[in-house]
């Protein structure tokens, strides 16, 4: 995510302002030659001056937009970091070894899984979604329909992409750790929503977990136990040495 809002910064914002700005300083020194009588022609100063504001007008548009998705990437970035913390403060202390920014490469190319737990209950796969909570006095709740596999927020907008990613980033561990230890790993899939609360149906056990405030290492305390010492360390080296590998 720091990669993507440097690319937004330097590639689509800082670029096009950089356009609009030559252009203006180029508009401005015609306009000067023009107003004191050195050597150019009305024609070529009215040219230059249409081209920037349409380019100018362009450019404004493009860094609006790159504005605003600076805005959502860093408003996901901060919410990865309070989970990384979370975890790092909770989870870690229960004898969960833990990974950050996990690489995968699939159909539709390479994507990261936000955070694993790996520990005595099982390998967990998180998905972190900082979503903007409702203004002050209203209760950021969220509702999720598992037939739908849709989660709702409090006026009615509603979010199911979200809940299949998770899905799909469990997939993609169990599938990975089972392929580089020889046997099935128990992986559950796992949506964090910091700052919300979320009402969930579903009987337990549950296909996935979905919260909102830190209850993660209390719903962890809970879980049977699923692998040895031995288990967690082969696993956790396991997934070490493909993080360190990917790409190469």
Known sequence: MRERLDDLVYGK???????????????????????????????????????????????????????????????????????????RATCVPQGYRM???????????????????????????????????PAKGTTAFMTYEPKAGTLTEPDGTFHDKEVRQAKANGDYVRKLLAERVNRQVFVKPVLILPGWYVKDPTPRPRPIWIMGNETLHQWLEEEEVRLSEADVAALATELGNYVRNFGK
């Open 13 to 87: 914002g800082l670029y096009w302002m950089m356009v609009v700005l030559f252009l203006f300083l180029l508009t401005g020194m015609d306009w000067w030659r023009y107003v004191g009588k050195v050597p150019a022609t009305l024609a070529g100063v009215l040219t230059e001056t249409a081209l920037t504001l349409i380019v100018g007008v362009f450019a404004g548009v493009r860094v609006r937009r790159a504005w605003w998705e600076m805005k959502t990437v860093k408003q996901g970035i901060r919410g990865e970091v309070h989970v990384s913390q979370y975890l």
């Open 99 to 133: 990974f950050d920014d996990v690489p995968g490469k699939g159909s539709g190319g390479k994507f990261n899984i936000d955070h694993v737990l790996i520990g005595p209950g099982g390998v967990f796969s998180i998905e972190t979604k900082n979503w903007e909570l």
